[in-house]
């Protein structure tokens, strides 16, 4: 290797996984290396350290040096002023549009009407036959829509052999999302056939079947179940198109798949690499020579924050650019402000300009694969393809994904995915900066349009209902105790507030101090911080006159020896309701208790459920200690 002959040169010999597991144990000093190892949500083993791999061959996938598309969200329910956002984007370096329509799977709220009249309108003086390529995310009555964007095209005088569009048909994703359906999987299949056929029939070239992992993405599912999702819908999508007698070799180009970007970078990146080499496998078992298969990503849903929104640039930009080095053909870039409602003009411009600054200052279409031969994500790559395989193969077994969903054992295993998740959210061992961790509670508000989320009316003729997938955001349940805290301040209240009881010199108390203010901030409740204390009755003065009623002492574990007991009576004396202790319990707890330090804050303990109960004696005087 490289790295082997320039040390050679320099007169060192190149380093080994030995030398470095030499280092590795005078720093664990006895721990178990097992220490070092990570897990993801799939269980898949994250190493300290990786080789570089050998004898790799580049995973296929966007044309070499080739960028790729720049699509922007098309959602405004005003179908003219969403073609004015339309065409402004591909004046200010967009390649594409999404136009998202209300109710479909990923609509988060807003879309054009699936009428022919909204789409016309949206689609005024955009040239479709000058390389913009067009994705369509529809609903339930996606087949209407379908066709009324086909009628469009006709109707204008275009050929449809030269509009790049990328229809969406995908009603197993609209199952999975809803959890019904009014027709049985025979239906569907047939429906969806029949559509394409008349599609490729008017001269279409597709795709036109969506394999949506969003869906799983969005509901807390993990990687290795997203892949298996858009593998199983995929599937199915071609036994449809097998019994309409489409040729296999034709029906294979007729879908694409949809992926989500997260801040993950790695696993990011060896999800969308993987998902090539699993669909290339899919495509030799059924007789054919793999093709690269089209993967259009969404930065993830989940990952966003109403809260110091702003951290959702620097989340989408990790995003972008892992899903752009793995080989995506399309990127979206969700808004930074779209949980907090419709985008404004200076979100989309950033949303824009994240795609611009990276493809064109950057360079990253520049390389085909560069994460090809790095160990760490060629390890990853194949973990992910085998266990996502295995899964798969599960839900083929089960009887194809439609079945699967009507037995609910793909959504016990999301669910579970989840519930991991938030525990993990919840002990902050996941962090979200900006709301778990180093909250602004001054922060101001991000503007958005004026324009309220679309209710969409219910659907009661269902022959089939199992559980659903609906989508979450991480920071829901951290953003509900911000929410409480706003409202206390607007009764016209303070904050609540709890009084930092440093003790000792700054060297003492500053790194308890410091995780304290993060801990309870990220729950709305404002930390007032102290000066050092000695004299449990100066701490008392100053607690008195903070206006608190929670206290957290916070020390060393030498201080706190010396000093928590009588400095919580002192505590007690002047009426703080309920005494914390940042840090671990220890051999003193019980002396510490009888105090009356009822709580213990540290890095594993349920930081949701320590606020949430802070907030009940906050808010119910009758309940203390």
């Not at 007169?11 to 280092?23: C, T, V």
């Not at 179908?79 to 609509?107: I, K, W």
């Not at 989940?302 to 989408?316: C, I, S």
């Not at 973990?383 to 609910?408: H, K, M, V, Y």
């Amino acid at each position: 290797m490289k790295t082997e002959r320039l040390a050679l040169a320099s007169g060192f010999a190149p380093a080994s996984r030995q030398d470095w597991h030499k280092l590795v144990d005078g720093v664990l000093k006895g721990a178990p290396f097992e220490k070092l190892i990570g897990r993801t949500y799939d269980d898949l083993r994250i190493e300290p350290i990786y080789l570089r791999a050998k004898d790799i061959a580049l995973v296929d996938g966007r044309a070499p040096a080739a960028p790729w598309q720049i699509i922007q969200r098309i959602d405004h329910p005003d179908a003219v002023t969403a073609n004015r956002q339309a065409l402004h984007d591909l004046e200010n370096g967009a390649t594409g549009l999404a136009l998202v329509f209300a109710g479909a799977n990923c609509s988060r709220g807003f879309g054009l009407d699936q009428t022919a009249g909204a789409v016309a309108k949206a689609l005024k003086d955009v040239h479709l036959d000058a390389g913009i390529g067009i994705e369509l995310q529809i609903g339930t009555d996606g087949r209407k829509t379908a066709i009324h964007v086909a009628e469009y095209v006709k109707s204008v005088g275009l050929d449809p052999a030269v509009c790049d569009i990328r229809f969406g048909l995908d009603p197993l994703g609209a199952c999975a999302l809803s959890g019904r359906s009014p027709y049985t999987w025979e239906e569907i299949a047939r429906n969806v056939a029949s559509t394409i056929k008349g599609l490729v029939t008017l001269g279409f070239k597709g795709p036109f079947a969506a394999s949506d992992g969003r869906i799983v993405h969005d509901a807390g599912g993990s990687e290795v179940q997203e892949l298996a999702f858009v593998l199983a819908c995929g599937v199915a999508y071609l036994h449809a198109m097998e019994a309409a007698r489409i040729p296999l070799d034709q029906a294979r180009s007729m879908i694409y798949a949809r992926l989500t970007a997260d801040a993950d970078q790695f696993l990011t990146m060896a999800k969308f690499r993987a998902l090539r080499l699993l669909w290339a496998r899919i495509e030799s078992a059924c007789g054919v020579a793999p093709r690269p298969l089209f993967i259009a990503a969404d930065t993830s849903w989940r990952m966003l924050t109403r809260r110091d929104p702003y951290v959702n640039m620097l989340r989408a930009t990790l995003a972008t650019f892992s899903a752009g080095i793995a080989g995506a053909n399309a990127i979206t870039v969700l808004p930074h402000t779209l949980a907090l409602g419709l985008p404004d003009s200076f979100a989309r411009r950033v949303a824009r300009n994240t795609q611009l600054l990276l493809l064109e200052e950057s360079n990253l279409a520049k390389v085909s694969d560069p994460a090809s031969g790095a160990g760490g994500i060629e390890a990853l790559t194949t973990e992910l393809c085998d266990a996502a395989w295995r899964s798969f193969q599960e839900t083929e077994n089960a009887g194809g994904i439609f079945a699967a969903l009507q037995q609910g054992t793909l959504q016990a295993k999301i669910t579970a995915t989840r519930t991991a998740r938030r525990a993990n959210l919840a002990k902050r061992s996941d962090p979200l900066t900006g709301v778990s961790e180093f909250a602004n509670l001054g922060e101001g508000a991000a503007a958005v349009l004026s324009v309220r989320p679309m209710a969409l009316p219910p659907s009661f003729d269902q022959k089939f209902v199992f559980d659903a997938l609906p989508p979450i955001r991480l920071a829901e349940p951290f953003e509900s105790l911000r929410d409480k805290s706003d409202a206390i301040l607007k009764l016209p209240c303070a904050r609540p507030r709890v009084f930092l009881a440093n003790l000792g010199t700054p060297t003492d108390f500053t790194a308890r101090a410091t995780f304290a203010k993060s801990f309870f901030e990220a729950g709305g409740i404002e930390a007032i911080d102290g000066a050092g204390f000695a004299d449990p009755a100066e701490l008392a003065l100053a607690f008195t006159g903070s206006g608190a009623e929670l206290a957290c002492l916070c020390s060393s574990d030498k201080i706190y020896a010396e000093r928590a007991e009588i400095s919580a009576h002192a505590l007690r004396q002047v009426g703080a309701r309920h005494i914390y202790l940042a840090g671990l319990p220890s051999q003193s707890e019980a002396a510490f208790r009888r105090a009356g330090i009822c709580s213990f804050i540290h890095v594993s303990c349920d930081a949701l459920a320590t606020l949430n109960a802070a907030y009940n004696r906050i808010q119910n005087p009758k309940v203390s200690g």
